[in-house]
């Protein structure tokens, strides 16, 4: 993750998935040779219908909070 900035989430999230799949980094694990949907530690994922954002696996790029339908991902400064 960028050290000056962090991908925050709000309580509006509808758990639509959107930010899972335009993700850069779950791309890049989900080509892994050994990758495991099941056991796989994702940058976001959708757990118990909202996203849940893992801040160690996450780059802050801020792609899934230009597509998020709800405006519910912001990057921020850390």
Do not use: E, H
Request: glycine fraction near 6%.
């Amino acid at each position: 993750m960028a050290k000056d900035k962090k991908l925050m989430q709000s309580d509006i999230c509808n758990g639509c998935g959107i930010c899972v799949s335009v993700c850069p980094q779950n791309t890049k694990l989900s080509k892994a040779d050994d990758f495991d949907s099941n056991t796989a530690k994702l940058a976001i994922y959708v757990t118990k219908g909202a996203a849940v954002i893992d801040s160690a696996v996450c780059i802050a790029c801020g792609i899934c909070t230009r597509n998020c339908p709800v405006a519910s991902l912001t990057i921020v400064l850390a």
